[in-house]
């Protein structure tokens, strides 16, 4: 199944099928042009090329050390008439000059980012790099390859192993690793490896502690809304252009093409753990918690190479992700770090990541390390310090800065996570959303309180007046918050969207993190061109949908429960699973679905079936009415309870509005 087919609406890591899907679409629906930049944003697009190090080459001749050869434009076929990827789209970053609507420092990360190729990182350890958003490392084992994180799609990370067979001998992969579990590191594994080699033990494939239940499950029960979110986030409905798309901070883009995932056949539990593989020592350190929920890092003694995973990168990360997630723990993240410094630096020779490039010789090592330490526990440590003086998120936002030592660090810039929104993580991770003054206990709700704010500003044709002017002096922030007041309270209102879609568009070009530069352009294109008439597509594909548990799918069933519907209804229902033995008991009452463990006498229905049929009707290749009639689901009892239960869950709108209300 490929991302243009099956979109999944669960969350990032999976809602990257989703964005897969979207990549490249931009031009499905008619659009108003970007405007240029304002004077505004030259200026301060130029100040900011007057404030940092951009003499400093360093991270051009680590991106290229060691190349060894590239196929044009980096081009993979995809499936259908859009290539699962290519660079081409991104020769205006070719430039030496930055173009007038990007931020300088961003540019130049996009440019890093650009370099595409394989690369030999030391004797026996070689990565490709720009052909998906991660890199894939390969290990050369005594008689087979190692091959850690086979990026996002099966399409590229084929490529990539190809790339790599046209220069160095050609092995058989007999070892996967998944660093974490989100799909831009294990999403290609069936374009390097056969499933039934892994199944008849000729392939290994080595996770973290917890990957099955992380990789698909985070933030599964919001995965709709997330994957929304994600498309602002990744800017995947924006052309790639000098207006439009130009980086993630991360890596270049999300590749298109087929989402796969192949089971763990071991994981690493302990906290430290030594392996040795195919003649490959590996020293194991999980960091759960830190840029995953299930992660871990790797150190290779035998050739000097310590491997980050996503801890440690050449962009400050994010402790809250602005697709929505779980908060990140500052804190333990930099202890993770400073444990894998004290452990390994002092041995390693070159530092690799599955994002961006080498670093190389002990002191840079020890150097980056200690300032991405510091960086994470800076964020953490300051915004205790502000919220325990009484600061808002905002407040905090607006206030803390980097200390000079840390931002004249092009690693710890902020092209992907940024300081601002990951200082209101922290009060979110320690406070919540509220700011303990009542008057925002129970605001208004948006479309009331904007259309009240609009009446005491003198109506929505003075307030567009005053933001006009507003607009002329460059004050894009205050523009885009009072237009998207107007358009909340009047969606109609076309000189609102379109002075509102201008200031976002000008926020965005002198925005540094990619993802804050994606997340303006695409509210400014939806306000100029509405919601895109786009396919959402279903909410699962048939690998990872095997990764959900069976407590989380009937979670997800109680999330899908319309209580308007279920008012006033009771019904109890046993569900046998033939193929695990596991058996559940759930109770729709009160308008909620719960489940428990175990069966009911005297329940309204019971229903006997695999899980491998529930995952066929979840995808839609047979129906409940169906596979009774095929002998694979029996159904003793009331069999009308069940309709009546699919009947009373919701679907959910993938492209939902995000810059005006829901009608």
């Excluded at 660079?87 to 890093?112: C, G, H, I, T």
């Excluded at 799918?553 to 695990?580: H, P, Y």
Aim: glycine share 8%; with cysteine.
């Amino acid at each position: 199944m490929t991302a243009s087919s099956a979109c999944s609406s669960f969350s990032f890591p999976v809602a990257l099928v989703a964005l897969a899907c979207a990549f490249g679409s931009a031009h499905a629906f008619a659009q108003i042009a970007p405007k240029p930049p304002e004077a505004a944003t030259l200026k301060a697009n130029a100040d900011m090329a007057k404030t940092l190090p951009f003499a400093n080459r360093q991270d051009f001749e680590d991106a290229m050390r060691g190349f060894i050869g590239t196929v044009p434009d980096a081009l993979v076929p995809g499936a259908g008439p859009r290539p699962a990827w290519s660079m081409k789209p991104y020769d205006f970053l070719k430039s030496n000059e930055p173009a007038d609507s990007v931020n300088p420092s961003l540019w130049r990360q996009a440019q890093l980012n650009a370099i595409h190729g394989l690369f030999r990182v030391t004797d026996r350890v070689y990565q490709v790099r720009g052909f998906d958003i991660a890199n894939m490392t390969i290990v050369e084992g005594d008689t087979s390859l190692i091959v850690i994180d086979p990026l996002l799609a099966a399409e590229t990370a084929r490529a990539a192993l190809a790339l790599y067979y046209q220069h160095r001998p050609r092995k058989p992969v007999g070892t996967v690793i998944y660093t974490h579990g989100h799909a831009d590191h294990f999403g290609g594994v069936k374009g390097v490896v056969d499933e039934a080699d892994v199944a008849a033990g000729k392939v290994q494939v080595i996770a973290p502690s917890g990957f099955m239940e992380t990789a698909v499950a985070e933030n599964i029960l919001a995965g709709n809304a997330m994957s929304r979110r994600s498309q602002y986030q990744f800017g995947t409905l924006l052309p790639p252009g000098a207006r439009g798309q130009v980086d993630t901070g991360l890596g270049k883009a999300l590749a298109r093409g087929t989402i796969t995932l192949i089971a763990p056949t071991s994981t690493v539990d302990k906290t430290t753990e030594e392996r040795t593989i195919d003649g490959v020592q590996v020293v194991f350190q999980l960091v759960p918690g830190s840029e995953a929920p299930s992660e871990m890092l790797m150190y290779l003694p035998q050739f000097r190479v310590l491997n980050m995973a996503e801890d440690v990168t050449h962009t400050m990360h994010n402790l809250y992700t602005i697709r929505g997630a779980e908060v990140r723990d500052g804190n333990l993240w930099a202890r993770y770090i400073d444990q894998a410094r004290v452990a390994f630096a002092g041995k390693t020779d070159v530092l690799i990541a599955q994002h961006h490039w080498p670093t190389t010789g002990q002191a840079r090592i020890a150097d980056l390390l200690k300032k991405q330490r510091d960086m994470y526990k800076f964020i953490n440590d300051q915004s205790l310090r502000l919220l325990n003086q009484g600061y808002t998120a905002a407040d905090i936002a607006e206030t803390l800065r980097m200390p000079a030592s840390l931002e004249q660090e092009w690693s710890a810039r902020g092209y992907y996570g940024t300081l601002r929104h990951n200082a209101k993580a922290v009060y979110q991770k320690y406070l919540g959303w509220y700011d303990a003054n009542p008057a925002n206990l129970n605001p208004l709700p948006p479309v009331d309180y904007a259309k009240k704010t609009v009446q005491y500003m003198g109506g929505a044709d003075a307030v567009v007046a005053r933001a006009r002017d507003d607009f002329k002096k460059g004050e894009y922030r205050w523009v885009a918050s009072a237009m998207s007041q107007v358009v909340y309270a009047d969606p109609t209102n076309r000189a609102a969207r379109e002075l509102g879609a201008d200031a976002l568009e000008q926020l965005g070009y002198q925005s540094e993190a990619g993802t804050w530069r994606s997340a303006y352009l695409v509210g400014a294109m939806e306000l100029r061109n509405g919601v895109p008439k786009i396919p959402g597509g279903s909410s699962s594909n048939a690998d990872t949908l095997k990764a959900v548990s069976n407590d989380l799918f009937f979670d997800f069933l109680g999330v899908r429960l319309d209580a308007a519907k279920a008012e006033g209804k009771t019904m109890v229902i046993n569900w046998n699973f033939t193929d695990s033995n596991q058996q559940f008991v759930l109770t729709l009452e009160n308008s909620a679905l719960t489940h428990i463990a175990g069966q009911q006498p005297g329940a309204d229905a019971t229903v006997t079936l695999s899980r491998a049929t529930l995952d066929a009707i979840t995808l839609k290749e047979t129906s409940f009415p169906a596979a009774v009639l095929a002998g694979k689901v029996k159904i003793d009892g009331d069999r009308t309870k069940l309709g009546e239960l699919m009947a009373m869950l919701d679907t959910f709108e993938p492209m939902f509005p995000v810059v005006e209300p829901r009608k």
